[in-house]
């Protein structure tokens, strides 16, 4: 399985902390490796940005299946020249403890470039991973430059450690042009770089080295007054030591707007490493869907 899917997405349940509120959320995905997670979280957050979330999880392959309980504590703060997303707890997986963890921290300025760091300790969410208690602990410098009104550039960098002995070194860089601010469309070049200190991991994807470049346009529009519409397709190349294949993406997502009183958000994102138009058998497929919905008092 690529993908390292966050355990910890109790993140995403702490509400801004501006008002007291409960909220909710729920995570489906299945991919081509016929690995599937289902997960269902709900919390509080008061008014300091501080809050409890609690969540179910469960893991199926064929023949395999694994189940879950997540607590974590969190903390929000969505100002308008800082945001900190934070929590701690615990997640018991198929009858093991787990240390969960994560933190993201953004400064930005008036001119708009930003800093910042993100560090994240999980489980590797895969059947191997599961199986063999594989955690990793990941941590990066962010930033943010624009170069003008419309280009800017985002960056990623640091390293990833995996409980096997396994580190990676990674890199990702996002390049943005802005084509039309009314319906906030935008052209952008995306890349990501890595290499595995102890790579072909059998738990997961690992190849010795990785690199890849995308192409694609987003887009984020008010389509009614209380309906936000995001969109996003790319293309692309990935390259690693044993192969290189054309990549791809695409989202899709309907969201209340940011200043609501009730906040929702449903998304489909799905990707594939065969090209856009056609399919290729043994290609990796991943589609994941989200709900959110939170309701101050």
Known sequence: MKALVCLAALWGCAAPGVAQSVHGSLFLSHDSDSFDEYRVT?????EQGFGLAAGAVRYTAPGWSANGALLAGTYK???????VDASVGVARID???YLVAG??????WEAGHALGFGFERNIVNSQGGIEDGIVFNSLALVGDYVFSAPFNVGLAGGSTYFSDGNNRPFLRTRWNYSLNEHYGLNAYLKTRSYRNSDP?????????????????LSSRWLATESVVLSASLEAGMQYTNTDNQPIWGAFLG???????????????????TASLLTSQSGAYRYLSATAQLSLPF
């Open 200 to 216: 072909d991991r059998t738990q997961y994807y690992s190849p010795e080295w990785l690199n890849e470049a995308s192409l694609g």
């Open 42 to 46: 709900a919390g509080y957050s008061g």
């Open 254 to 272: 309907l969201a209340s707007p940011r200043n609501a009183a009730i906040r929702w958000s449903v998304g489909l994102l799905a990707t594939n």
């Open 77 to 83: 703060e969505q100002g308008r020249l800082r945001q």
């Open 103 to 108: 933190a993201d921290y953004l400064q930005r």
């Open 95 to 97: 009858g093991h403890d």
